[in-house]
């Protein structure tokens, strides 16, 4: 079982749907999350850490789910310009940050 | 600023060519990374540097050598590389370990590195 795991998508959506994006860690020990966005050819940003209570950024909410040990992330009001991939990063507090494979999103006009 | 600043952008070498690619962050972070990504996969950790030491060598190969002259800069010295080795080298930053949500990674833009 690898480490983190998210569905690769890809996810079509409508402008101005909601979608959601779940990722799972193996590691209970894990202390630290965030979801980055990472564009065709370009680097990772980061787009939020997680907290442990969620924590929302305008369009864009974040959960912990440390009992089924999953994150998630959830983006409102989706934009074109949204369409990338979300890469899930997980660490257990060592300068070791575990990515998950990404899921590509493709938002349609 | 959270910028970390990567040259050469674009990088094409021959397998018995030497060259260097070179990182800085003038963030104050204290922990910097190379990473390693092929199309479509994640990018893979290969070293970690803290407090200009090296923490971590994902077992690379030797032809890949990392350096940290200071606390900003951070160098990877390529030396005798393979076709496979053709990627986007991409440099990274945090404050210090990955201990609490506080501490975020930032990416420079990376080099594109095409070996013949």
């Known amino acids: 079982r690898k480490e983190v795991e998210q569905d690769p998508g890809p996810f079509n959506v409508p402008e101005g749907a909601t979608v959601a994006f779940n990722c799972t860690y193996s590691?209970?020990?894990?202390?630290?999350f965030f979801w980055y966005r990472q564009d065709c050819r370009k680097e990772p940003k980061l787009l939020m850490s997680v907290y442990s209570s969620g924590n929302e950024d305008g369009r864009f909410t974040a959960q912990l789910n440390r009992a089924s040990q999953y994150i998630s992330l959830l983006i409102r009001d989706s934009k074109l310009s949204d369409s990338a991939t979300y890469l899930c990063?997980?660490?257990?507090?060592?300068?070791?940050?575990?990515f998950g494979t990404g899921t590509r999103l493709k938002v349609l006009a | 600023d959270t910028e970390v600043t990567q040259t050469p952008k674009h990088l094409v070498m021959g397998m018995t060519n030497k060259k260097s690619l070179k990182c800085e962050q003038h963030m104050g972070h204290r922990a910097m990374y190379w990473y390693k990504q092929k199309a479509k996969k994640p990018p893979e950790l290969m070293f970690v540097?803290?407090?200009?030491?090296?923490?971590i060598n994902e077992s690379v190969p030797s032809r890949f050598s990392p350096e940290c002259p200071n606390s900003s800069l951070l160098n990877l010295h390529l030396h005798a590389l393979q076709p496979e080795d053709s990627a986007l080298y991409l440099c990274?930053?945090?404050?210090?370990?990955?201990?609490?949500?506080?501490?975020?990674?930032?990416f420079g833009p990376g080099t594109r590195l095409t070996v013949l």
């Open positions: 990274a930053s945090s404050q210090d370990y990955a201990g609490s949500p506080f501490n975020e990674q930032f």
């Open positions: 590691n209970s020990a894990s202390q630290s």
């Open positions: 990063v997980v660490s257990s507090g060592t300068y070791k940050y575990i």
């Open positions: 540097y803290s407090y200009e030491k090296l923490s």
